[in-house]
C-alpha cells in the first residue's frame, strides 16, 4: 500500500514546529513576560532554570551558558590543564570536544568505540593511557550512557579526571551494579549538555550547562563563565563570557516540564522502528545495554556499507530525510591531523563512518508516517534482493 498520499504533513528530522506548537501559549507568555520585565541578561528566571534542572537531574550544581562548546570548554578550563596535557575522546562523535582540546594547547587522544553502542569504552580508554594523560571525555552518543561504571573504576585508579558530553543524553540514566541509578552528566567530576534546538531539551536558540556534584568545581565553572570574576570588577583568573539568555532560560523552563513525555514519545517511535526492521537481516537496530536506558536522540541503524547511500537516496525520493553521524571519523579530519594522537587502527569507527544512518526522530512522529518511514526502508532491502 502506497502511504505517501495519505501524509497530510512533510516528514522531517526533527519537528521543533510541531513540539512548539503543542506548548504555544505556555511559550509565548513565558517570552512576552520576558520581554515586559526587560532582563535579558541573567536575572532570576536564569537561576530558577539552572536549579530546576538540578533538581531534575539530582545533580548539586548545574551553570548555564551559552552554548554547549562553551560548556566544554568552561570544563576544561575548571580543571586547570596545562598544555601538552593528553585527553582521550572517541573518534567516532562530533568535533566539539576535540575542537576545545586542541583550541586549549592540549592534546586529544583519538579511541575506537564499541560497535553495539558507538560509546568509547574501558578498554579503548586503558589502551591510550600515558604518564601525560589527564583527563577522559566519554561521549553518551546518541542518548545512551558509555560503560562509565568500569570508566570510572580506571580513571579513579589512575587519577584522570572525567568530563561527560552529555549533550545528546538528557535524561538518560546509569544503573550501577550495585542498583544505584544516577542521571547521564552526573557521573564523573563534570558534565556537560546543549540546549541547541534539535536536542532533546533544546531552546530557540543557543545554549549549553555545565553541572557537577563537586561544590569547589561548580564555583570556578561559574568564576571563569563570568569573566573570571566572583565579585564584580574583581577578575581573580582568566576568563570568558558566556552566559544563557533570560528568554531561553524561560522557554527551557517551560519545555523541562515536558522533557520525560518527549522521551517517552522518542522511546515510542524507536520501540515501532524495532519492530518494523527486527526481521530485516541487512539491519542492525540500535544496540541497548543493561546498564543504560535511551533517550533516543537519534535513532541510528547501521546497514551494509555498499547500500547505505543507496538507501539514502531511495529515502529521499519519497521525501523521507535522513542523516549520516558521522561520515569521517575525527582522525580523518584536516584539522586534528598532527595535533592528535590516534591509538589503534579505529576499525570500529571507520566501519561505522560507511555503515551508520539516522532516520527521523522526534517527539511528534505520527503512527502513520513511521509507517511510511519503515515501510519504505523494508521495500529498499526487498528490491535489492
Known sequence: MNLAPLIDDTIQMVDLTGQYQRIKPEIDAAIQDCIDQAIFIK?????????????????????SCGNGTDAI???????????????????????????????????????????????????????????????????????QCADMENILNLCSSRELYIIEDNAQSLG????????????????????????????????????????????????????IANHGQEVKYRHDVIGINSRLDTIQAVILLEKLKFLNSYINARQQAASWYDAAFQDVAEIEIPGRTSYSTHVFHQYTLKVPAHQRDGLKAFLQQRNIPSMVYYPISLARQKAYQGVSRVVGDLNVTEELCQQVLSLPMHTELKPLQLEFITDSVRTFFEMAR
Open 73 to 143: 570548554q568552561l570544563a576544561f578550563m575548571a580543571l586547570g590543564l596545562k598544555p601538552g596535557d593528553e585527553v582521550i575522546v572517541p573518534a567516532f562523535t562530533y568535533a566539539a570536544a576535540a575542537e576545545v582540546i586542541a583550541l586549549l594547547g592540549l592534546v586529544p587522544v583519538l579511541v575506537d568505540v564499541d560497535p553495539l553502542t558507538f560509546n568509547m569504552t574501558a578498554a579503548s580508554v586503558e589502551g591510550a593511557i600515558t604518564p601525560k594523560t589527564r583527563a577522559v571525555v566519554p561521549v553518551h552518543l546518541f542518548g
Open 43 to 63: 536575572g532570576g528566571k536564569v537561576t530558577q532554570f539552572e536549579n530546576q534542572l538540578a533538581q531534575y537531574l539530582d545533580i548539586e550544581q548545574v551553570i
Open 172 to 223: 538518560a540514566q546509569y544503573t550501577f551494579k550495585a542498583g544505584k541509578v544516577v542521571s547521564a552528566g552526573g557521573l564523573g567530576h563534570l558534565g556537560i549538555t546543549s540546549f541547541f534546538p534539535s536536542k532533546n531539551l533544546g531552546c530557540f536558540g543557543d545554549g549549553g550547562a555545565v553541572y557537577t556534584n563537586h561544590p569547589a568545581l561548580g564555583a570556578r565553572v561559574r568564576m
